[in-house]
């Protein structure tokens, strides 16, 4: 079946199955492979991507239920000429550790200050919901509180 979407700006034509998860739809038919599996029952958030601005977890996303609709992949978050503020702040704040989760994390915090952008310590921890097997939360926490120009301890 063919399912007519945007992936990073431009349209795309997903030829697989209504059922197919969207991950795999973008990783094996787009190559976009910097959204990652990690669990496959969106608990980890490895597969983070935003559809229509919100963040999903791809994994459990059938790609029939993304038709029309416009999907950012890390891949569309930032360029190596002209990083995403947040991907500039990981670096700054030594936040990657193995990495891996790192898009993921990242997605969520970019869809967090799109709808706060000036987070409090409470709406990070609940927005970050992604699973760190490195434990770099409190990197990812400074990370974004530099990016809203806040201060890590804010309260609401």
């Given at each position: 079946?063919?399912?007519?979407?945007?992936?990073?700006?431009?349209?795309?034509?997903?030829h697989v199955d209504d059922d197919?998860?969207?991950?795999?739809?973008l990783r094996e038919e787009l190559r976009l492979?910097?959204?990652k599996f990690g669990c496959g029952i969106a608990a980890c958030g490895a597969c983070s991507v935003h559809v229509d601005?919100?963040?999903v977890r791809s994994c459990?996303?059938?790609?029939?239920?993304?038709?029309?609709k416009s999907i950012t992949t890390i891949e569309g978050l930032g360029t190596p000429e002209a990083p995403h503020a947040l991907q500039t702040a990981w670096i700054a704040h030594q936040v990657p550790q193995c990495g891996y989760c790192?898009?993921?994390q990242l997605m969520a915090a970019a869809a967090l200050l799109s709808h706060s952008p000036r987070p409090t310590d409470a709406q990070i921890d609940?927005?970050?919901?992604?699973i760190c097997r490195c434990a770099t939360y409190v990197r990812i926490r400074e990370a974004i509180h530099a990016v809203a120009g806040t201060s890590a301890g804010a309260v609401a």
């Open positions: 079946m063919a399912i007519e979407t945007s992936v990073n700006g431009k349209p795309v034509t997903f197919t998860p969207l991950l795999w739809a492979t910097g959204t601005g919100e963040v459990s996303v059938p790609v029939g239920t993304v038709a029309g790192q898009s993921g609940a927005a970050m919901t992604n």
